[in-house]
């Protein structure tokens, strides 16, 4: 389970949201969110501090009271994460989001930022003590419990920790009662899933995701896990068995398709000399499976186990053929490309974050700028529906955005910028992935010549 704590901010509540909102801490503004307030330090504030003042009727930029007491402004909450419990930036993220829905609702003026930059993964949560209809939170010891209660039921869901037993003794459940009448187990089963997907998916993350739509439940990090429904434990994936850790679940996906027929490129004249070390070594590994002096890796379990139904054979064979497909002539050509393709992908998602940080803060602005048309249009409002108005009136003023014609040219600004990010995101897949065939290949060959491949 993670850790909640509270901290209650009486005073310079922008410089929170500046700490907070910092660039350097959430991989440049990649790991932030909003809700009823723009998520830019600035602009945050001012809706925060306008919601504050309506309904407290005090200053949010003044100091303590005449009586001594310093009014709580915003409650700052951080929810950290173990380094044991190998949680992934973008899953805290979701956690921190789902908190706030379960624990705040809707109505809640929040910023949320998920922080990278230590060994611990870690959100700050920072919510105007009013909501945007005048709800006020509290930080006491009843508050954080509760808080703290609905951080762990939040986790629980994305399976931080197992739940605990239930009392009593039920019964199991018909798969598990079923595993053990046909005498199988918990790991013959997950294998098997993987085994099915590992042809349809693009990359592990995938494989992940799929596994999770079909009820398993992963944990994620350093030593990724999985565990099936009904299962007690968590089990690695290194411990399934050699042929599913990360690093050869990633192979598997990779050259799952073969490239192209490998046959064609062995029988070109003059091979190179990397493309002659594949040729040998395939040839010799046909030998030994006829043979039967290799132990059986089959591609595909239901066929025949021959040469061309090795799982060896078969990535060999498909990187072979992109050594020919590239031309690559030698293991420093390979590296050299490597390099390029490191610098492509990596340039690509140093412009990716900026981009997604201002496609979400436009995402930010069009829906106040809607909210506030709509409610300029209509008649009678409620008190909360005036200060609504009066919170999104302050984003189209501070926005510049005079007419629906402005809205619009908005909305036409972040239409190119989601189709600049299409084309970031294209680059840098096509890259990264190009990167990691060179990158097995590399690995493959230097096996091959220090004689464990």
């Not at 009593?168 to 046909?182: D, F, M, P, T």
């Not at 411990?239 to 599913?244: H, K, M, R, S």
């Not at 984003?395 to 970031?424: C, F, H, P, Y």
């Amino acid at each position: 389970m993670p850790i909640l704590k509270s901290i209650a901010v009486h005073s310079s509540v922008n410089k929170c949201l500046r700490y907070v909102l910092n660039p350097d801490k959430t991989e440049d503004l990649l790991y932030t969110s909003a809700l009823n307030c723009l998520c830019d330090s600035d602009e945050a504030y001012l809706d925060m501090k306008m919601i504050y003042e309506n309904y407290s009727g005090k200053s949010y930029e003044g100091g303590a009271l005449k009586s001594g007491k310093n009014p709580v402004k915003a409650i700052h909450y951080i929810q950290s994460f173990s380094p044991d419990e190998n949680i992934t930036p973008e899953t805290a993220h979701k956690i921190a989001k789902a908190f706030v829905k379960k624990t705040f609702g809707d109505d809640v003026q929040v910023i949320i930022a998920t922080h990278c930059d230590k060994a611990h993964v870690h959100s700050h949560i920072v919510i105007n003590s009013y909501s945007v209809t005048g709800r006020k939170y509290y930080d006491n010891w009843n508050s954080r419990e509760h808080a703290r209660e609905y951080s762990d039921r939040v986790c629980q869901v994305y399976g931080i920790q197992p739940l605990k037993r239930q009392k009593g003794g039920k019964g199991v459940k018909y798969n598990e009662w079923e595993h053990r009448r046909k005498g199988t187990s918990w790991k013959q089963q997950i294998c098997a899933e993987i085994d099915s997907l590992i042809g349809v998916v693009a990359d592990i993350n995938e494989l992940y995701a799929e596994l999770e739509k079909r009820g398993y439940t992963i944990k994620h990090g350093n030593a990724p896990a999985i565990k099936a429904e009904g299962q007690q434990r968590f089990v690695r994936f290194k411990t399934l068995g050699g042929e599913y850790t990360e690093d050869r679940l990633r192979s598997r996906i990779l050259w799952k398709d073969g490239l192209g027929n490998a046959a064609l490129s062995t029988s070109a004249d003059n091979p190179s000399a990397i493309q002659q070390l594949y040729i040998s070594t395939i040839d010799r590994l046909h030998i030994l499976i006829t043979e039967g002096k290799k132990i059986p890796r089959p591609l595909n379990a239901v066929l025949p186990y021959l040469p061309d139904n090795d799982r060896d054979v078969h990535i060999l064979s498909a990187q072979l053929s992109v050594i020919s497909r590239n031309a690559i002539g030698s293991v420093e050509e390979l590296e050299h490309k490597m390099e390029h393709l490191k610098e492509d992908y990596e340039g690509a998602i140093k412009q990716i974050n900026p981009v997604t940080a201002e496609i979400s803060r436009l995402e930010g602005v069009i829906e106040q700028s809607e909210k506030n048309f709509s409610l300029s249009d209509k008649g009678d409002l409620s008190e909360a529906e005036k200060v609504m108005l009066n919170l999104c009136g302050q984003t189209v003023k501070g926005n510049g955005i005079a007419s629906r014609a402005d809205l619009d040219q908005l909305k036409k600004e972040k239409s190119e910028l989601d189709a600049r990010l299409t084309e970031l995101k294209h680059t840098f897949e096509a890259s990264k992935k190009q990167f990691e065939m060179y990158r097995e290949i590399a690995n493959t060959y230097h096996d091959i010549c220090e004689g464990r491949g």
